[in-house]
């Protein structure tokens, strides 16, 4: 295990809370010592030195295959206008809701 102090119960149930996931008394412990070592990795992760490194939105070098961008339905506004019971500027009015 790490040589950093081990989350305590106070911050598990934080954690817990702030995460909306419940954790038994008798699971505490565990809990503390893999987020204790969640954090070790985080903090062990921070040293790398990352200065050049190119950031990158996919581990793999993969290009996203794209469909071209046409139109390919064609608007049925006046259709589905002429059905509303009423309308106005193509625009559908409805009954007022809110005072």
Known sequence: MSDKTILGKHEVDTISRLAAIS???SEVEQVAEKLT???DLFAQM???NTDGVAPM???LDQVQ???PDVVTETSIRE???KLA???EDNLFLVPQVID
Request: glycine share 0%.
């Open 23 to 25: 954790v038994a008394e």
């Open 57 to 59: 939105s996919h581990p």
């Open 46 to 48: 921070e040293k790398v």
């Open 85 to 87: 019971p009423s309308s």
């Open 37 to 39: 070592s969640i954090l």
């Open 65 to 67: 295959r794209l469909r």
């Open 79 to 81: 259709k589905v206008l």
